[in-house]
């Protein structure tokens, strides 16, 4: 189905009672059609962090939660965050026996909708942790040039100093749009890099051209990762970005070429 029919930017009724069938797909395909030929495009994970879950037990008091959802890069469609929201927050008024039955029923609805098995974790609403990035931020390096749409011809290796390494960066610099409010995503991006080695400056200047971009969180990590794969030709890579939370979620989607490069999940500060 086409984002353009969703509930994104519309004034929407939230719903009181439990109803899954406001669940918006949303294809991955259209947005993958220029790289589709990328190894391992599709190989990676969509971990979404919900810090709006509550529901209610057998005795009719709520609970809350906060939910990490783990959904696989190869599924066939992601969700609209709208829509999303508007799930969860129809089950605030429902009654489940239990906790692990409130987890099977959004696993069902939520698996049937991406196509794909998608899992949930809950956390007491003081245990999910923040975490310290590791690696090597590049914030403070000064670019040789900008440009406010992304621009794959930014990458470059570092002529000067053309080794091998294995390498992780991070920037906190990256803004895209919401490609239907046109509201500002903001996001930390990690990149795992093994191969000759890229200039950091020019890793940046990318980074930094996604700001006025307007793309959904997934589609701007592939196309990170395709990006630097195509120009770069690592030899292995992974794209890892963790956006800030809009609407009571975040969304983080990573793609890796090797599955050993898989990290876990984090969530940090400005989540």
């Not at 069938?21 to 790289?35: C, G, H, K, Q």
């Not at 030929?37 to 190989?43: G, K, L, S």
């Not at 440009?147 to 091998?164: C, G």
Request: proline letters at 7%; glycine letters at 4%.
């Amino acid at each position: 189905m086409s984002v353009e029919h969703s509930l994104l930017g519309k004034d929407t009724n939230y719903p009181t009672a439990y109803q899954p069938d406001v669940l918006f797909p949303i294809s991955r395909a259209p947005a993958r059609e220029n790289y589709a030929h990328v190894d391992a495009i599709q190989q990676g994970k969509d971990w979404w962090h919900i810090f709006e879950i509550s529901w209610l037990n057998h005795a009719g008091i709520p609970q809350v939660a906060i939910g990490r959802l783990t959904l696989p890069a190869s599924s066939p469609n992601l969700i609209e965050s709208k829509s999303l929201k508007l799930y969860f927050n129809s089950m605030n008024f429902t009654q489940f026996d239990s906790k692990e039955t409130f987890i099977a029923t959004v696993e069902k609805d939520l698996s049937l909708v991406v196509q794909a098995p998608v899992t949930i974790d809950l956390f007491q609403a003081d245990d999910l942790a923040i975490t310290q990035p590791e690696g090597i931020c590049i914030d403070e390096l000064s670019p040789e040039r900008l440009e406010n749409h992304p621009d794959a011809s930014l990458l470059k290796l570092d002529t000067e100093n053309p080794e091998d390494i294995e390498v992780q960066l991070y920037s906190h610099l990256l803004r895209s749009n919401c490609p239907v409010t046109g509201q500002p995503d903001w996001g930390t991006v990690f990149i795992r890099y093994q191969g000759k080695k890229p200039c950091y400056r020019s890793i940046l200047a990318y980074i930094i051209s996604y700001r006025q971009h307007n793309g959904f969180h997934e589609q701007c990590v592939e196309q990170m990762y395709a990006d630097i794969w195509q120009l770069l030709k690592p030899e292995k890579l992974m794209v890892y970005a963790t956006y800030t939370r809009r609407g009571g979620l975040d969304i983080n989607p990573c793609r890796v070429s090797d599955l050993t490069w898989m990290p876990r999940p984090i969530r940090l500060a400005r989540q």
